[in-house]
């Protein structure tokens, strides 16, 4: 997440947003014309299942007051309010407990943040935490939130410098209320749509190598070192993917799973769902019948740095490559029937490895002096947080949503490609999905190799061991399995 702030401003943003504006109206008609098409002459999956499956769908306002925080305190502050951010979701009712999927446009969500997001869900929905995922889409002009460190930071006269506390738990409540009147307006689901398509020239890898083997370059989420922009795209995984539900032949929710960081350019207090939340807002106009739901995957060592040079223009030229990704994943969408009974949850309690560097007595001596700048304050009560959970033998959920011929998984952190490239890999007779930026207090989970390499992601933006690869992968083996 802690990456130099982009060095762009927002000067000259409006007039990039008329002019890409322009440019994007031809294709959102083409768009529109494609998705009447697409539903119409989907094929269909067949009679559907006697037990009806039932989905509840919520979206609520979660744009932070002017003056608040953004970033864990990284950037500057709130000044203005460029488009609103939201946190949207599904509930998904089965007869048995329901489940709740939900996308936040904040930075982060982390440990006493997430539990609290899981528990007020899970109140509303009347289910239990361990059957709420809560994600977030990592924008960075965007707030973060977790209580627990708000309880070491007020003690020692900071309280408020990371987050508005009562705001976000005012936030917090709100989409409560919203997610447990939604299930006063349940929707029947007949159909499953599944599909997807390359998104073209958005993500690329962070960690450009040398000869050595060595990080040689590390391209953030702006980039204007020629030699560094010139380097291979690396590995990421190149394709969008898209699940629906459906009444018959009418669409009723499209969620959309991507991998990258979502900056384009940011640190200039104007709050933004970034490109990411204007290409969610273009699908919304080309297809305004369907609620859209919209997922960042396992994006740690990914970003649009090859593509973007952090000039403000770059922000409508990306969501334009995305969301036209997204219309071709909705336009090679196939339909399955799909009931009850064809819905599974899994959750897997997973104990990770930590950083063997991190140190509570450190921590404290940092945290506890007042001449230490308010960043680094921060960042050893968020280890300090970490070291102590890993004391108590803390565990972060890991969960399967199986959906018919579908798994989505759900993960926490910021979670390097490979393992989204893995878990589709695991099971290639089904369609594998994943949800990284769960619970976040790990920050960077990088693969073994990859603490050998360097770079900023490996580093002490990551808070657990190199064996954490051989733990997440046996996790994924057991939960596709």
């Not at 000259?12 to 697409?38: D, E, I, N, P």
């Not at 307006?185 to 749509?193: A, E």
């Not at 593509?307 to 994943?329: I, K, Q, T, V």
Request: aromatic share 6%.
């Amino acid at each position: 997440m802690r990456e130099q702030t982009d060095t762009h401003g927002v000067r000259g943003s409006r007039r990039g947003f008329l002019k890409a504006a322009g440019t994007l109206a031809v294709g959102l008609t083409q768009w529109r014309k494609s998705a009447a098409a697409s539903s119409a002459t989907l094929p269909d999956g067949g009679d559907s299942p006697r037990e009806p499956l039932r989905i509840a769908l919520f979206q609520a306002d979660v744009t932070p007051p002017l003056g608040s925080p953004l970033c864990e305190a990284l950037v500057k502050p709130a000044r203005r309010i460029v488009d609103p951010l939201s946190a949207r979701g599904v509930i998904l009712l089965t007869g048995e407990k329901p489940i709740v999927l939900c996308a936040i446009d904040w930075t982060s969500i982390l440990n006493g943040g997430y539990r609290v997001w899981r528990e007020v869900l899970a109140q509303a929905a009347g289910t239990t935490p361990d059957r709420v995922a809560v994600h977030t889409l990592h924008q960075h002009d965007a707030p973060s939130v977790d209580f627990d460190i708000e309880g070491l930071l007020a003690p020692r006269g900071l309280s408020g410098r990371t987050f508005d506390v009562a705001w976000a738990r005012a936030a917090v409540a709100r989409v409560g209320e919203v997610v447990s009147r939604s299930l006063d307006q349940p929707r029947r689901v007949t159909h499953l749509g599944l599909g997807q398509a390359k998104v073209d020239r958005v993500a690329s890898n962070r960690r450009v190598l040398g000869p050595d083997g060595k990080v040689l370059y590390a391209r953030m989420s702006a980039c204007t070192d020629p030699a560094a922009r010139a380097a291979p795209e690396g590995t990421v995984d190149p394709d969008v993917k898209l699940i629906s539900f459906w009444d018959g032949d009418v669409p009723l929710v499209s969620m959309t799973y991507y991998a990258t960081h979502p900056q384009s350019f940011y640190g200039r207090g104007a709050v933004s769902a970034d490109f990411v939340g204007l290409a969610r807002a273009l699908r919304e106009a080309t297809v305004p019948e369907a609620a859209h739901v919209h997922f960042n995957g396992a994006g740690g060592n990914l970003a649009a740095s090859k593509y973007n040079d952090g000039a403000p223009s770059r922000r409508f030229e990306l969501a334009g490559r995305l969301a036209d990704g997204m219309a071709r994943a909705w336009d090679s969408m196939k339909k399955q029937a799909i009931g009850a009974q064809d819905v599974g949850w899994r959750v897997l309690p997973v104990k990770f490895p930590i950083r063997r560097d991190l140190d509570e007595a450190k921590c404290l001596s940092v945290l506890d002096n007042p001449n230490e700048k308010l960043v680094e304050r921060v960042v050893v009560a968020s280890e300090l947080i970490w070291i102590r959970r890993c004391a108590r033998g803390d565990m972060l959920d890991l969960s399967r949503l199986r959906l018919g011929s579908a798994d989505v998984l759900h993960m926490p952190g910021e979670l390097f490609v490979e393992y989204q490239l893995a878990a589709a890999a695991m099971r290639p007779d089904r369609f594998v999905c994943m949800a990284a930026y769960g619970d976040c207090t790990v920050q960077y989970v990088g693969t073994e190799i990859a603490y050998r390499q360097g770079g900023y992601e490996t580093g002490r933006w990551s808070r657990v061991a190199p064996e954490t690869e051989q733990v997440l992968m046996a996790a994924m083996r057991t939960l596709l399995g």
